[in-house]
């Protein structure tokens, strides 16, 4: 990645984030926060990195709310944010969080038990 599309995803992240906090009125989409944007070369797609707090039933009805209101979000950010032509939003799980806290909740057991 280069520069213009660091601080394009950087200002993507920020905008979808308050977009969540208070414009985006889908009941479906639950505790969401936004990890990384990655911003193709060519700028043709933005994929969101998101975590989602809760059972996996949730995190799932989660992603298909927000993969839902894609088109919305990219119309909203269009509006906001000034380029030629706006990248198509993706959203993904981000692997490397979830991989990270259950890490953590394996090692805290182990601590529990006196393993560690």
């Known amino acids: 990645m280069n ?3 660091n601080r394009l995803g ?3 992240q920020k905008e979808i984030s308050l977009l969540l906090q208070s414009g985006l009125r889908n009941p479906n989409v639950g505790f969401v926060s936004i990890s990384n944007v990655d911003v193709s070369a ?3 797609y933005a994929t969101v990195k998101i975590s989602v707090m809760g059972s996996k039933q949730e995190q799932m009805k989660s992603l298909g709310a927000l993969q839902q209101s894609a088109g919305f979000v990219r119309s ?3 509006k906001i944010i000034k380029i030629h032509k706006f990248p198509e939003i993706r959203f993904v799980f981000d692997e ?3 991989n990270a806290a259950r890490i953590n909740e394996i090692l805290q057991k182990l601590k529990d038990k006196g393993e560690l």
Request: glycine share 6%.
């Open 3 to 5: 520069v213009r599309t």
């Open 10 to 12: 950087a200002l993507i």
């Open 42 to 44: 060519d700028l043709s």
């Open 76 to 78: 909203h950010l269009a």
């Open 96 to 98: 490397g969080q979830q």
